[in-house]
């Protein structure tokens, strides 16, 4: 597999290089490039079948690149530091990523995790982080256990954890599970119109029907979401400042 690394520190591409080296033969380096234009020329010019791309670049960002090479067909894993809000992007869009200084372990997992998804699939997963790069987080992609679902947020009633799952309820009954804990979804997604009444649940304002005194959150399709005590007044100051905001 042709590869190209695009990474504006030397020491970084000379690291992620020498990694590849001894560790996937598997994996020939064609290039190093440093900044925007330059990995926009040479991808062109010598086609990569794999881009390792860092998200800030000396010119531009990796989104900036992708967006001038959306008509060639090659997979990448992105290069990011952990502080950087990239990461939430990234997380949001399950994209595959490795972090500064780069971990062996972690580079052969990104590595073997890219070799059974489709370019198509992983681009669709990148528009979903770039949305989320540019605070237009509209939709999420979840990985199940033989494909991925793009789930867009306005659609989606409540999601559900339960021993470190969570169950994506949607309209018109759909139900997706996803292997992730509900701290995990909520820490990557702009949440700005759900709310959290309980431990267990994130909840959609906009389905809310009605809320029993009692404790319980009806939506509209009938199902029923418990409210704790220790999150009520929390609720209720979503509750009423979203109604008045509609």
Known sequence: MKALIVEDKAYIR???????RQNHNDIEVIG????????????????????????????GTGFEFLEQTQQLSFKTIFITAYEEFALKALKAGAVDYIL????????????????????AV???QIQTAKQVWNND????IISLQDSYQVIDLSELMYF?????????YCVNNKKYLASKTLKEFEEVLNLSNFTRPHQSYIVNLKYIDRYDKS??????????IPVSSRK???FLKHLFSWDQQK
């Open 32 to 59: 190093e490039c440093a900044s925007v234009k330059e990995a926009v020329t040479v991808t062109k010019a010598c086609k990569p079948e794999l881009i390792f791309l860092d998200i800030n670049l000396e010119d």
């Open 215 to 224: 404790g319980t959150i009806f939506l509209k399709n009938g199902a029923k």
């Open 160 to 168: 559900q954890s339960d021993k470190g799952y969570t169950t994506f």
């Open 122 to 124: 992983q681009k669709q």
């Open 232 to 234: 009520k007044e929390q």
């Open 14 to 20: 000379k690291s992620l290089l020498n990694l590849l």
């Open 137 to 140: 987080p509209t939709k999420i």
């Open 100 to 119: 500064k200084p780069i971990d062996v372990a972690e580079l052969k997992t990104a590595i073997e995790k890219l070799a059974s998804l489709s370019v």
